[in-house]
């Protein structure tokens, strides 16, 4: 076990009294680890019956999962077609509390690196829209990357200071994952301890304090905000939400479906909060708060229009019925989500489904858009491969007199198209022999080993 800070400790055993040896003694044992099914791809029921690792449910999300370190899923193929999500268990807990409803217009303050923006997606269902922001750009790129691997079509990704969206009563629902202390995570990243010691808790607080108050100002009435923090400290975690209580009267604290294991929070007025220790749950530690800001009201939405698909032969093959409108940049063609939001001044990376682009009269589709599709969704999945893939990964060789890409010796691409809902995961792909001749073979990657 790494030395704890002396102070840290001492602050720990004010907070847990009788648990603080049980706490401590939670550093000894080794971490866990989990990922969440992406249900943009595929069931929990389908991922169940082509699943190749040792799994079991996580008790406060539905499409979570334990799974061993040695099964290694960062390595198989399933992972790079996007049908799940490597998360650490506790920190599935705040998109899963936040009620997200179809057509809501949701905001993730400060979403990279991705995982709980794509758990919102994945309840909005490839309708309404998602703004992920993180004030970092090069965090907000790899929160593109993540969005992208994972289907997700009707969303804006943003790399904004909080402060500077204005945006005031716009968003249904607010997602504020706050950097914080990171106490939660000593076990799990050491590395954190060092930045405890120069920064401390104030350091934070104050910064989730300016977070919070700008983001009710962008939350309608009615609207619902998580805040949540992977850190013990009373003066990040119950403070903040009293402070917040103390500058909208109308924001009321509401109850969390309960799992066992989780400790209430430490003021009456923060009851209905979550605590998670590691000698109370498997996963890490983590605070989680869900507020309403006044009445919940009931709203007329928009119903999002189906987009019209270019007339090529590619895209008449695809069976997705995508939400939003077709634009066109420069060459480059974007599929915009039909709820839009003002975005003037605002640093955009991304907003909605990138397609590709038109080089030499020719339309070069995106790997974004491969990655949105299922292999039910387009007809001639051989020939998606072939145009999708094609030169897409480091490294790819690509035959041209037989039109495959290939890695070495094996084949290039784990794209989207891995499994079904049947519960197969085995399907052809093509091989290049000794001899320089490629023939298809049946792969069933649900027993793939690296």
């Not at 690196?113 to 004030?135: F, R």
């Not at 590709?356 to 969704?377: R, V, W």
Request: proline share 5%; hydrophobic share 35%.
């Amino acid at each position: 076990m790494n030395k704890l800070p002396e102070q840290y400790l001492q602050n720990m055993k004010q907070l847990l009294q009788d648990e603080y040896d049980n706490y401590l003694e939670s550093f000894i044992n080794d971490r866990v680890y989990g990922l969440r099914v992406n249900t943009n791809k595929i069931s929990v029921k389908g991922f169940l019956k082509i699943n190749p690792f040792n799994l079991t449910p996580i008790p406060w999300c539905e499409d979570g999962f334990y799974f061993n370190e040695s099964d290694k899923p960062s390595k198989h193929p399933y992972y790079y077609a996007g049908l799940y999500y490597i998360q650490e268990p506790s920190a599935m807990l705040p998109a899963q509390v936040l009620p997200i409803e179809e057509n809501d217009v949701v905001l993730d303050a400060c979403a990279a690196p991705g995982g709980k923006s794509s758990k919102l997606a994945n309840k909005l269902n490839g309708v309404g829209l998602l703004v992920s922001n993180d004030i970092s750009v090069s965090r907000a790129q790899v929160l593109l990357k993540t969005l992208e691997s994972q289907g997700i079509c009707n969303s804006y990704v943003m790399a904004q200071d909080i402060n500077d969206i204005n945006l005031d009563n716009t968003f249904d629902k607010i997602l504020i994952d706050a950097p914080c202390s990171g106490e939660g995570m000593f076990r799990k990243e050491p590395d954190l301890i060092k930045s405890w010691l120069e920064r401390g808790n104030e350091y934070y607080a104050n910064i989730q304090k300016s977070i919070i108050t700008k983001a009710l100002s962008l939350l309608k009435d009615g609207g619902q905000l998580v805040y949540s923090t992977c850190t013990f400290s009373p003066l990040e975690d119950e403070q903040i939400i009293e402070y917040a209580l103390s500058i909208c009267p109308n924001l009321k604290v509401l109850p969390i479906k309960q799992a066992n294991g989780f400790v209430g929070g430490i003021t009456e007025k923060t009851k209905n909060c979550v605590r998670l220790y590691p000698h109370k749950i498997k996963g890490e530690g983590h605070f989680v708060a869900l507020l309403q800001k006044g009445e919940s009201k009931q709203s007329n939405k928009t119903i999002n229009s189906n987009c019209v698909l270019p007339n090529d032969e590619l895209f008449n093959n695809i069976t997705k019925k995508y939400n939003g409108t077709l634009v066109t940049r420069q060459d480059k063609i974007y599929i915009e989500p039909t709820i839009t939001i003002n975005t003037q001044g605002l640093r955009v990376l991304r907003s909605g489904l990138y397609l590709g682009e038109y080089k030499h009269n020719k339309f070069e589709p995106s790997q974004a858009l491969a990655m949105s599709l299922t292999k039910d969704e387009y007809k001639l999945y051989s020939l998606i491969w072939r145009r999708f893939v094609a030169c897409r990964m480091k490294n790819a060789i690509y035959d041209t007199s037989q039109n495959w890409p290939f890695y070495g010796s094996k084949f290039a691409t784990y794209s989207s198209l891995v499994g079904d809902e049947s519960g197969r995961g085995d399907f052809v792909v093509p091989e290049r022999l000794a001899d320089g001749t490629v023939v298809e073979t049946q792969r069933n990657f649900g027993q793939y080993t690296n």
